[in-house]
Structures are given as structure tokens and as C-alpha cells.
């Protein structure tokens, strides 16, 4: 079976023309025009609203297909509009206890990224000019020497938990901060950052209250 990449389709609102999403735009305006030029017939009866969806356009492409339609259909009352996917709002990762954790086993080196959608477990370095970005907790089993950014979609119960914390900055949700540059507190201990009235606190792990 042929596959179309251009479909039309009868609506009560008037015509609805699917666009194929996976081929080159030129193979669109090719189909789009054959199938307009055999339905001329259809069209010229009168005023007529096509619809274009299935595709993601840019604005010189819009242009070019409405400049396709009007000059095929130039005997034809034609309203154009596209029908658009809603927009998707970003979704806050809410649940810090549970849910969806992401695994990076080895150092995160300069010039990397890592990104998770829920929470997030290095186990290993980060190291300066890396980035380690989560929705929920981070935790990292080894120093953060890097960016590290927890509850990136919002969450301010979101925290961050590593063996040695000296980080170039430190981002929970809206809340950003680093370490002094005269901070000497050279622990080994694990250390937890989290926000507290509004500012980001590290303490030793077991002593935070949390």
C-alpha cells in the first residue's frame, strides 16, 4: 500500500488536510498540489474553511502552502486556519520518595549534562564545567565540584545529598546560591542541601532535621 502524506478529509466544519510529519516539505506541497488539482470541482462551489494539522510549520512554509491553495483554487471563496496540538505545561515532579529515579554510574566530566525527569543518582564525581540537572532529589555518591540544579521543574522539597559538596553553584527550584570562596570546611562527611525560608542551607547529613 502507497502511503499519503497528504490526506483530505470532510469535516462539518469544512475541509481537514492531514500533513504527514516524517517527509521532506517539498513531498508535501508535490501531493498537496496533484490533490488539489483534482478536486477543483469540489471547491469551486462555493466558500469552503481548509484546515491544516498533523504537521509542525514554520511561518515560510504556512505561506507557501496557503500561496499552493489560492492559486489552485483561485475560483474559490477559501478560509485557511491550522489546527495546533495544546501546548504542554512542563509537569512538577511532586513526589520525592518515589517514582521515577534516573542512574548515571561514573564522573561527570567537563562540558557534560545530565538531566533526569524525576530524581537522580550519580554515583561518582561531578566535576567543574558539568552540569547535573534533576526535576526531583539528586543524590551523588562522590564529590560535586560542578552546576547542580534539584527541583528544576519548582519542587523546593526537593534536596540534594552528596559526600563532598563544593559545587561552582548550587540551584533547589527558584533558589540559587555557591559556596563561599573561603569555604574551608573540608568534611568528608555526606552533606545535604534544601531550602529553608527561602535560602538554600548545607549541613551534615544526619544533622539536618529533615
Sequence with gaps: MIKENVVLKGDRNGVKIVLSPDVPFGVITEELTAKLESAVNFFSKGSCNINFTGRKLTQSEKLELEQTVLRILK??????????????????????????????????????????????????????????????????????????????????????????????????????????????????????AYIKDNNIYIDEYLNTGR
Design 75 to 192: 475560483d474559490a471563496r477559501i478560509n485557511i486556519g491550522y489546527e495546533t496540538e495544546p501546548v504542554k505545561k512542563p509537569k512538577i515532579f511532586s513526589d520525592i520518595n518515589a517514582g521515577y529515579t534516573k542512574f548515571c554510574e561514573g564522573t561527570i566530566r567537563s562540558g557534560q549534562r545530565v538531566e533526569s525527569e524525576g530524581n537522580l543518582v550519580i554515583i561518582g564525581d561531578v566535576n567543574p564545567g558539568s552540569e547535573v540537572i534533576a526535576a526531583g532529589s539528586i543524590v551523588v555518591m562522590g564529590a560535586v565540584r560542578g552546576i547542580i540544579h534539584a527541583g528544576c521543574t519548582g519542587n523546593r522539597e526537593a534536596y540534594i545529598v552528596a559526600l563532598n559538596m563544593s559545587p561552582t553553584q548550587i540551584r533547589i527550584a527558584d533558589i540559587i546560591t555557591r559556596p563561599p570562596d573561603n569555604d574551608v570546611r573540608g568534611t568528608t562527611l555526606p552533606e545535604r
